[in-house]
């Protein structure tokens, strides 16, 4: 094993103490907010998203580049102060999670979530014929599963554990306290399967860099390599994909959850390259939500970290004149 891949491993191994820290520490600041309310939560959210903004200085310039090549008709201030925003809303999403168990129950969800045209959304979960679900990192893209749950709408998520155990529990007991199922992303084939054969939902965050065994598809202009899997899915099975997501109203604790587009299976049908068509669409459909309020989107991610092996060559250049730029500004 070489030195690099052995410190890798190194840094991988368990940290029992460490992590039971840093749990106990997220349980402690989890009571310190509900003590304060939602309201002044959120409020403290902002300030840190702000404080956020000025320490990760590579975070920050990450996410002017990609609002650069994604809004090139809009001046800096403008992409400034949605790089900024992003940040806040990025922080304003660790803050929701802890009260999401309080405020959506099927009871009270009403006054904290808006739903915006989804009867043919709604009416597709309700089949009991399967569909796949997509949406972003966008907005409180967290809250979807835990929504449709309360309203006892069978679905499962697909998802990363996070790496510290104690931590990874306690959000998938938050995430699974309305019935909502996440499936673990490793190892996941056999799962997903067996959700699609029995008629529920399939949720994907579908806007994470697949690397270069993904499929290159535009977003924003530019080539973004994307994940096959949700388009072979709907081909096998031949089912429809919901793009959705939840958008935040205001600075609250209130989201609108809509839909900008559901991809039908007739819609591909005789297509030359269905898989391609297919993964454009829903990643043109994320797109659509994203341009409407561009500051819930998370700007700061390596969406576009893998380029085709034509444009390796030429992105080179593009970074070093973009750092020049950042240089004379």
Not at 163 to 185: A, C, E, H, S, T
């Amino acid at each position: 094993m070489s030195e690099a891949g052995a410190k890798k491993k190194k840094a991988k191994q368990s940290q029992p103490v460490r992590d039971y820290l840093l749990y106990l520490l997220l349980r402690v600041a989890a009571v310190l907010v509900h003590l304060a309310g939602v309201e002044a939560a959120l409020g403290w959210a902002r300030q840190l998203g702000r404080g956020l903004w000025l320490a990760y200085g590579r975070g920050r310039e990450r996410a002017l580049d990609n609002l650069r090549c994604s809004f090139p008709e809009q001046d800096e201030a403008w992409r400034r102060r949605v790089a900024r925003r992003s940040f806040e809303h990025l922080v304003m999403l660790a803050f929701d999670v802890l009260f999401t168990t309080r405020l959506i129950r099927l009871s009270t969800w009403r006054r904290h979530l808006e739903l915006a045209d989804l009867e043919q959304a709604l009416a597709l979960l309700l089949s009991g014929r399967g569909v796949i679900l997509v949406t972003g990192h966008y907005g409180n893209f967290e809250i979807l599963g835990y929504a449709l749950a309360t309203l006892g709408l069978e679905s499962y998520a697909i998802a990363r554990p996070i790496d510290n155990p104690y931590v990874n529990r306690y959000l998938l007991g938050v995430r699974q306290r309305q019935g909502q199922m996440i499936i673990d992303k490793k190892g996941a084939t056999a799962a997903m399967l067996e959700v699609l054969r029995s008629g529920a939902a399939l949720a994907f965050i579908a806007d994470q860099n697949a690397g270069r065994k993904g499929l290159f598809v535009d977003f924003f202009g530019r080539k973004a390599s994307t994940y096959k899997s949700i388009g072979l899915l709907a081909l096998e099975y031949d089912l429809p994909i919901v793009v959705g997501y939840a958008r935040r109203v205001g600075d609250r604790y209130r989201f609108r959850l809509g839909v900008s587009r559901i991809i039908r299976p007739e819609e591909w049908r005789g297509r030359a390259d269905p898989l391609e068509w297919i993964t454009a669409e829903y990643t043109a459909g994320i797109e659509r939500f994203v341009r409407e309020e561009p500051e819930q989107y998370w700007w700061v991610h390596r969406r576009w970290k893998t380029q085709p092996k034509e444009k390796a060559n030429s992105a080179q250049p593009t970074a070093q004149t973009a750092g020049e730029q950042r240089t004379r500004n």
